[in-house]
């Protein structure tokens, strides 16, 4: 039985203050809404859906610059200024920023956008750059995710990159340290059709996990292990094994969300001086900074998009997604279907 229903809710005649509508174009489906869905509804009604582009339809009479018609994505706001954090000059870690991104904030609307209309705070949206498609706009808020978390890991011009599962998520973070200048970089992956994803987006170093790819690893970095590795399946008792693909002094870049916890060798870590940089979600600018790297064509995000499906098909899916037997990458939801 579905545990989803699909419901009609009546716009309001006047937008509060700071509100903006939106008309859904795209909704990307994610392992976050999968796992809420699972899970019975255990992250804030926002975040189910969150991954959206569409077309501005109405503006509270304060807010300018948004006009009816303007193309726009689901983003955060820039910081705050007043929060403690940026009080305190943190203003990369702003709590309103931070709340927004976790659909805590004042405001948050009271469902995502698996929806034919949405309204949001206009700090929370963001015009779509010139020559970006709806698809390639829809696909913009997971490139954010991955290119913070590149962004935060700082990585070395020249590096040995590992990318640690092909997903959606490793896909985008593979192309990021590309772009960022990786020397050589490893796609591990144990799907087969998800390496052959990789291999279309021209990474040639796509192996199942196992000791091929270990031995691979260690003849590109002269026997030492990886600069850097982004850990992007989100599997606990994955964490140990990719810490020992990483050379001594060399960075962990966590992106995929671990569901349980998990055994690590600290002592190994201590020992060999690892760099951790936990990640999650983004900041205003990561937003810019997707849609250069997917205008410019630095990273290609259509290819990742296997499916368009409409609302009343979204259980199926969602099902189909928890299954983990699926071809699916990236599904889109379209309401207007
Ligand atoms: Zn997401
Ligand atoms: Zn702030």
Not at 44 to 65: L, Y
Not at 286 to 310: E, K, N, Y
Request: with cysteine.
């Amino acid at each position: 039985m579905s545990r989803l229903t699909v419901g009609q809710e009546e716009a309001p005649a006047k937008l509060g203050p700071g509100l903006v509508e939106v008309a859904v174009t795209y909704c990307g489906i994610c392992a976050t809404d999968t796992h809420n869905y699972t899970s019975g509804g255990q992250i804030p009604a926002s975040v189910f859906g969150h991954e959206w582009t569409g077309t501005i339809t109405r503006t509270a009479e304060d807010v300018e610059g948004l006009p009816a018609g303007t193309r726009v994505i689901a983003s955060v706001g820039a910081a705050c200024g007043v929060c403690a954090m940026c009080q305190a000059g943190h203003a990369e870690h702003c709590d309103l920023a931070f709340a927004e991104a976790n659909g805590l904030a004042p405001g948050s609307p009271t469902h995502g956008a698996f929806a034919q209309s949405l309204i949001v705070t206009a700090r929370r949206v963001m015009p779509v750059l010139d020559g970006l498609s709806d698809i390639e706009a829809a696909l913009v808020e997971p490139t954010a995710v991955t290119f913070h978390a590149v962004r935060r890991t700082r990585q070395p011009l020249g590096a040995v990159v590992v990318v640690q599962g092909a997903g959606p998520i490793g896909l985008l973070a593979a192309q990021h340290a590309r772009h960022a200048g990786a020397g050589q970089l490893v796609v591990i992956e144990p799907n087969a059709q998800r390496r052959e994803a990789a291999t279309k987006l021209g990474f040639t170093d796509v192996l199942a996990p196992g000791e091929a790819a270990q031995a691979r690893v260690l003849e590109i970095s002269n026997g030492l292990g990886a600069d850097v590795l982004y850990e992007c399946t989100g599997v606990a008792a994955l964490l140990q094994p990719s810490a020992e693909l990483v050379r001594r002094g060399g960075t962990l870049s966590l992106l995929g969300f671990p569901m349980t916890d998990s055994t690590v060798s600290y002592g190994d870590w201590q020992l060999r001086e690892l760099t951790v940089i936990g990640s999650l979600a983004y900041t205003r600018d990561d937003f810019l900074g997707a849609q250069r790297a997917i205008a410019d064509g630095s990273v290609r995000v259509a290819d990742l998009h296997t499916a368009t499906i409409g609302l009343g098909d979204l259980a199926a899916m969602l099902d189909e997604l928890d299954s983990g037997k699926t071809e699916q990458a990236k599904v889109l939801l379209d309401p207007r279907r």
